[in-house]
Structures are given as structure tokens and as C-alpha cells.
């Protein structure tokens, strides 16, 4: 199959994903229980998730196998099933995907580099661990997500390209400061994760999770200042949780998300899925969005 990079540098816009945790939740996983380890007791429920994104006209589909490194599993007494668990992950999204991708999920490890909570290679091992098991479940590219730390990233993406032959794609998670600016938790902003990231050799780059649609046009337009040809992808968060009589609510609609879609486009963004909170709905309304988007240009 041709690459995710290729076919966007063709001019084609890619419908990606949306959430698979807050999915995960409303599937009955309980609060405290390991949602990757539902890639091997609740496989039909997994596999019943990613249908659906491609159902609702995914390219791409992730796999869930956010916190499936050595260091998250270990929590749940799982360090031992790194391969087994990510193997699944990547063989139930592959299975769902038909001939559409399977961007395989990293998260982060939760171990601070700079903190000295644990040493690069060691990192790079976890990444790597993690890395093989998927590609050898079927996974097209690499996608590492929700990263806040350089040094993390930078590992992660050695670990890929060390281990596999996949492609990698690397999103950070911004939030808006009080002086209007996008940062991460370790104050990493969209310009210079670019930088560092073109640099460590990412093939597609971009942003997740963080404060919603809205909010990503800013972030992709300063990634844009950094460089113009790399693909950049986007999974956005239907807004900032509330919560309502107990419960937490994700305010976007699908509709509100799909407004955004031609100044994302506009923007710079190649690929745009969701993140938390948003539904095979969200990415129905994204796909029809980008469809209308295209004919409109089309048309001149
Ligand atoms: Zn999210």
C-alpha cells in the first residue's frame, strides 16, 4: 500500500479515527481496569469499535494499545504481556481495517526522562518492545500520541525506526496558556516539536487530544511556520470536558466539529480524526465535511 505521507502529498485529505477510550468506557470498561488488556478478554468489543470508525468512513484506524508499554502494564501486573497484548491489538484493528490503515497507538510511558525516572535506552527498549509486536500484528504506521516531552518523542521515534519498517507519525497534546500560547505540559510548543521532530526523522507529525477542533487551527498554522511539506495530522477532543448531573460530557457535536474542518484544511492539515469524546458520528460528519470541502475546490 502506498504511504500515509505519499498519499497526502498527493493533495488528498485522510479521515483518521476517533476516541477509543471514552469508546472503551461506554462498553462498560470499569475505572481502574486496563483497557489494552480488553484487546485479549473483550476482543469482539474492541474489534466492534474500530468497524465502526470504518464504517463511518475512517482511512485509518488506531488500535487500542495507548498504555501497552512495559511501564503502564506493569501497574496492572501485565509487564509481562507486552507482545501478546499489542500483537492483538494490532491483529483486531487489521482485521476491522480491510484495506484501509491501521495507525497503531503509543502513548507515553509516564516516566520522566528529565526527572531521571529512567534512562533513554531503557525508554527505547519499552518503545521497541511495543513497536515489533505491532507491525508484526499487522500495523501500517506507528502513531505516537498524547507525547508533552521532547526527549520522550525522540526515543519513541528512534525505537520505530530502530525496530521497524514503519512509517511514524508523532502528535503532541497543547493546551492554551494564559498568554494565548500553545504548550505542552513541559511547555513544548507546536514550532518547536516540529523542528525536533522533522529532525528525528517523524514522517507525519502533528497534534491530539488537547482543548478541541477550534484550537488545532492555531496549533497547525504555527507547525506550518516550521515547515511546509510535512503531512501533519490532527486528533482533536469534542472540546473540554464538563461535567453534567455526574456524568462528563463532551460539548462538541459532530456538526461543530465538522465546521472546522475547511479552515483546518486551510490551515495546513492532511489528516483529521478525533480524539477524546468524539463518535463514529464525529467522523461521519469529518469525512462528509472534507468531501464537501474538496468538491467546493474542485469546483473553483
Ligand atoms: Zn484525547
Known amino acids: ?125 519499552a518503545f521497541g518492545e511495543q513497536a515489533v509486536a505491532l507491525e508484526r500484528g499487522g500495523a501500517d504506521a506507528i502513531c505516537i500520541e498524547t507525547m508533552s516531552a521532547l526527549d520522550e518523542a525522540m526515543a519513541a521515534i528512534r525505537a520505530v525506526k530502530e525496530t521497524t519498517s514503519l512509517e511514524t507519525i508523532c502528535t503532541f497534546a497543547f493546551e492554551k496558556t494564559k498568554l494565548d500560547e500553545y504548550r505542552t505540559m513541559m511547555g513544548v510548543t507546536p514550532a518547536e516539536m516540529a523542528a525536533a521532530l522533522i529532525a528525528g526523522g517523524a514522517d507525519v507529525i502533528g497534534a491530539n487530544c488537547g482543548c478541541g477542533f477550534e484550537a488545532m487551527v492555531g496549533i497547525v498554522r504555527e507547525i506550518r511556520t516550521v515547515n511546509k511539506d510535512i503531512p501533519v495530522l490532527i486528533h482533536a477532543n469534542a472540546g473540554m470536558p464538563v461535567v453534567e448531573s455526574g456524568e462528563i460530557v463532551y460539548p462538541w457535536s459532530p456538526a461543530a466539529a465538522a465546521s472546522v474542518v475547511p479552515e483546518l484544511i486551510a490551515a495546513g492539515a492532511n489528516i483529521i480524526g478525533g480524539c477524546c469524546g468524539t463518535t463514529p458520528e464525529h467522523i461521519r460528519a469529518l469525512a462528509n465535511a472534507v468531501q464537501a470541502f474538496d468538491r467546493h475546490s474542485a469546483a473553483g
Open 1 to 125: 500500500m502506498e504511504s500515509i505521507a505519499d498519499t497526502v502529498k498527493s493533495g488528498r485529505v485522510l479521515i483518521s479515527d476517533g476516541a477509543w477510550g471514552t469508546f472503551l468506557q461506554r462498553k462498560g470498561l470499569q475505572p481502574g481496569e486496563c483497557p489494552e488488556a480488553w484487546c485479549l478478554t473483550h476482543r469482539q468489543d474492541v474489534r466492534a469499535i474500530a468497524a465502526s470508525y470504518i464504517a463511518a468512513g475512517a482511512d485509518m484506524i488506531e488500535t487500542n494499545s495507548f498504555g501497552a508499554n512495559r511501564f503502564k502494564l506493569d501497574h496492572f501486573g501485565l509487564a509481562g504481556s507486552v507482545a501478546e497484548i499489542n500483537y492483538a491489538a494490532a491483529a483486531i484493528s487489521r482485521e476491522a481495517a480491510g484495506d484501509r490503515r491501521v495507525i497503531a497507538s503509543v502513548g507515553p510511558t509516564g516516566k520522566l526522562l528529565m526527572m531521571g525516572d529512567v534512562a533513554e535506552d531503557e525508554l527505547r527498549a
